[in-house]
């Protein structure tokens, strides 16, 4: 699909599969979470723009660049977007975060959006929105249609894991949001789980089941 990377790496490979363990705790699960979302994160900046400045080294002088252009703001769709957010900041220091809550109703997998909350200046700023699993595709489809009834009109989508269910949507309604994930999986389950996954990503970051 032409809107999306699939960040293709051994390293990011190899902490997704001990993502995806089951016998994986919640402090390890956190940590590598915060990980891949730093890699995503940087893949998504690769077209940042940059000016260029006279910088003196020690030895030389030289020609410095620093990053110019609209600022960015971090949107995690709560709960599980909320472990992407470090590893986000760690490329991006100076981000603003806004907040989304959305939670899936378990038996029509319709999300419900409960809380939003966002930085002042939104509309003028690139949006990374994180949240680490797409399934169905609708919480991410929710959450960027808010962002645009606040104006957003730059947004990107970081994900860890997502489903061909939700590029399906988020192509027909926001194919302008270039997306970012690490893994694409097989299929969603009866239960609107990804296939194979890594189960509830909420439930496992914070240790709730
Ligand atoms: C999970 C996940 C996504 C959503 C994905 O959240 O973090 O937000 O499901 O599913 P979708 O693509 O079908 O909408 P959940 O509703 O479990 O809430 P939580 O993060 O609070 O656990
Ligand atoms: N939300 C999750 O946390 N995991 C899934 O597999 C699907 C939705």
């Known amino acids: ?21 089951k016998n994986t705790g919640s402090n390890e ?14 893949e998504a900046t690769k077209d940042l723009e940059l ?21 960015i703001g971090i949107v995690p769709i709560l709960r599980a977007g909320l472990g992407m ?15 989304i809550g959305m939670y899936r109703n378990e038996e029509t997998l319709q999300p419900v ?11 003028n700023r690139d949006i990374l929105v994180v949240d680490p699993m797409l399934a169905t595709g609708g919480s991410a489809c929710d959450a960027i249609d808010r962002l645009k009834e606040y104006g957003c009109k730059s947004i990107k989508l970081l994900s860890i894991i997502a489903a061909p269910e939700a590029f399906k949507l988020l192509e027909e309604k926001h194919p302008d949001v270039k ?21 509830d990503a909420g439930d496992r970051l914070f240790g709730t089941k």
């Open 1 to 21: 699909m032409k809107n999306v990377t699939v960040l293709d790496h051994p390293v990011i490979k190899h902490k997704i599969s001990i993502l995806r363990d």
């Open 29 to 42: 699960f956190r940590s590598l979470v915060t990980e891949i979302a730093m890699m995503l994160a940087y």
């Open 179 to 199: 997306i970012y994930i690490s893994q694409l999986d097989e299929r969603l389950n009866e239960n609107g789980y990804i296939v194979p996954g890594l189960g």
């Open 51 to 71: 000016e260029e400045y006279d910088v003196e080294t020690p030895v030389a002088k030289t020609t410095g660049y620093r990053l110019t252009g609209k600022k």
């Open 113 to 123: 959006e409960y809380y939003c909350k966002l930085p002042s200046d939104v509309e």
């Open 85 to 99: 957010v470090d590893g986000v900041l760690e490329v991006l220091p100076a981000a603003k975060i806004g907040h």
